[in-house]
């Protein structure tokens, strides 16, 4: 039972960080109908840009996340300004192809100003602790106690400010939010923002109890996307509880069945709950 309550905890750690991913690949998506590709590659800067603010300016942990989140944001609106606001007429592939042309251009970049070396963040909180047989470190309880206080954040924020609810009426009729007088492209450069500041949150967190190298966010992402499509596209509910669902079966079917089998546990999954729900656990249009 030790093993089990030990591996639950696991569970929940990784799917803490899929749900931080998958929350700003659902926004993206359901308010502006953008599958961005180029969101594991957000997932990439954000672990490096915490890693130099540490190592480069001596910043504190939680003082280089923030930075973080504001320079990752700021790359995510970028996106959306120079490339995504000018496709919006568009065919829908022109999307899809310029969000590979992001993640390129990303990966790049991080190639040329980092190199291509497995880089290790260290923390504040690497000290082991054990409670009822539980075995983990503080960093491990950071990532899920961070996780909650960032979802109820994004809750709060999305129900009870008037911005937050111009997100919401967007991802409902986008024609119609403008018709009302919603301004759309402040709205647009704000979703990227989120899902921006969400990706480098996420990276943030889980870099210190793996590695930050260039292709960091290739399996994340694919996974971010599996949890979506479980969850429902566009619905944020399923962003979260598709997260914990995968976070749970992956690190349950790595001690019971075998670790070699990890990563394909999520495409398993993905067929086992699509033969059963076509359209996703919380398939709602979009809506959260």
């Not at 921006?196 to 930050?212: C, D, K, Q, T």
């Not at 999954?269 to 076509?278: A, D, E, N, Q, Y």
């Amino acid at each position: 039972m030790d093993i089990f309550f030990q591996q639950l905890f696991n569970g929940l750690t990784i799917g803490s960080v899929y749900s931080l991913v998958a929350l700003g690949l659902t926004l993206v998506y359901g308010i502006l109908h953008i599958p961005n590709f180029a969101h594991g590659a957000l997932y990439m800067m954000g672990g490096y840009i915490t890693l130099t603010m540490m190592q480069s300016l001596g910043l504190y942990y939680w003082l280089a996340i923030f930075v973080s989140i504001v320079v990752v944001g700021l790359i995510g609106v970028l996106m959306e300004r120079l490339v995504f606001h000018h496709l919006r007429h568009a065919p829908p592939i022109h999307d899809k192809i310029a969000a590979i042309g992001m993640l390129l251009f990303l990966e790049a970049f991080a190639h040329r100003v980092w190199g291509a070396d497995y880089l290790e963040m260290a923390t504040p909180h690497g000290q082991v602790v054990s409670v009822f047989g539980i075995t983990f470190t503080l960093q491990r309880l950071n990532i899920i106690v961070a996780a909650v206080l960032v979802m109820f954040t994004l809750y709060l924020f999305l129900k009870k400010t008037y911005m937050g609810m111009t997100v919401i009426a967007m991802s409902q009729n986008r024609a119609g939010a403008n018709l009302v007088g919603v301004n759309t492209n402040k709205v647009a450069m704000l979703t990227f923002f989120i899902s921006g500041a969400l990706a480098a949150i996420a990276a943030s967190l889980s870099s210190p109890i793996n590695l930050v190298f260039p292709g960091m966010g290739h399996l994340v992402i694919l996974k971010a996307f599996v949890i979506i499509i479980i969850g429902g596209m566009g619905s944020i509910p399923g962003a979260i509880v598709g997260g914990y669902i995968l976070g749970f079966t992956e690190s349950l079917g790595a001690t019971y069945i075998s670790s070699d089998y990890k990563d394909i546990i999520a495409f398993i999954l993905l067929v086992l709950i699509l033969t059963i729900r076509p359209n996703g656990l919380f398939a709602k249009g979009g809506q959260s």
